[in-house]
């Protein structure tokens, strides 16, 4: 009971902090999460205040790899208790909760865009990016953008960035061996 107080009283200083001191509230959810149980490997780059992780049951189905962005308003789900509902309004009441709970990854240096939800079980590769607004099931590839709901790949994150951002590009091949 003190445990889960204490959680809910950091959960609430991040979203406090964070719209005032966005970096001092992004450290402060990388911290709190991190105790609550969520994995992380490395540093993510941002995570939103106003993010929000489904740790109903357990903060460690979700992982956050290093560099990795979380924009404002993202929701995270691990589970998914429908199937009780669908028994119970078909007369069968179960004593425990029947359904699923998966975990969630996003990979490193993964861009996950504002108000965009990743559903239980979705995968994010390296250097993906997902679009504002999208829904994602499943596995998104490394270096791949998807959109939509439900959102699907249009597009290799490195050809956007080649095409759009082209001072950036022939900088970044003057120090490396992209092509
Ligand atoms: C996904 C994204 C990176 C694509 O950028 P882009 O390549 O410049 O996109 P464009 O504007 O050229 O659009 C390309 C196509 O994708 C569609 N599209 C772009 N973003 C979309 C989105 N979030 N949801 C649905 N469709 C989207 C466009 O309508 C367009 O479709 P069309 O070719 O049929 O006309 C960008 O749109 C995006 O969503 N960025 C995230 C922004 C964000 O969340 N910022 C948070 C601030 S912290």
């Given at each position: 009971?003190?445990?889960?107080?204490r959680k809910a009283f950091w959960i609430a200083s991040i979203r406090i902090l964070g719209p005032l001191r966005p970096r001092w509230g992004s450290n402060l959810s990388v911290r709190v999460y991190r105790n609550a149980g969520m994995r992380f490997e490395g540093d993510p780059t941002f995570v939103a205040s106003d993010?929000?992780?489904?740790?109903t049951n357990d903060y460690s189905l979700i992982?956050?790899?290093?560099?990795?962005?979380?924009?404002?308003?993202?929701?995270?789900?691990?589970?998914d208790l429908s199937p009780y509902c669908v028994l119970?309004?078909?007369?069968r009441r179960e004593r425990t909760p029947v359904g699923r709970r998966l975990p969630v990854?996003?990979?490193?240096?993964a861009f996950i865009g504002l108000g965009a939800i990743l559903m239980p079980g979705c995968t994010i590769g390296r250097g993906a990016v997902v679009g504002a607004g999208s829904v994602v099931r499943g596995n998104v590839p490394?270096?791949?953008?998807?959109?939509g709901n439900p959102a699907t790949v249009i597009a290799d994150a490195r050809d956007y960035v080649k095409e759009k951002f082209l001072d950036e590009w022939h900088s970044l091949n003057s120090t490396s061996s992209v092509d």
């Open positions: 009971m003190v445990k889960k107080l993010a929000w992780f489904d740790g992982t956050l790899s290093e560099g990795c962005n979380i924009s404002g308003n993202v929701q995270i789900l691990t589970h119970a309004a078909m007369g990854r996003v990979g490193p240096h490394d270096y791949a953008i998807a959109i």
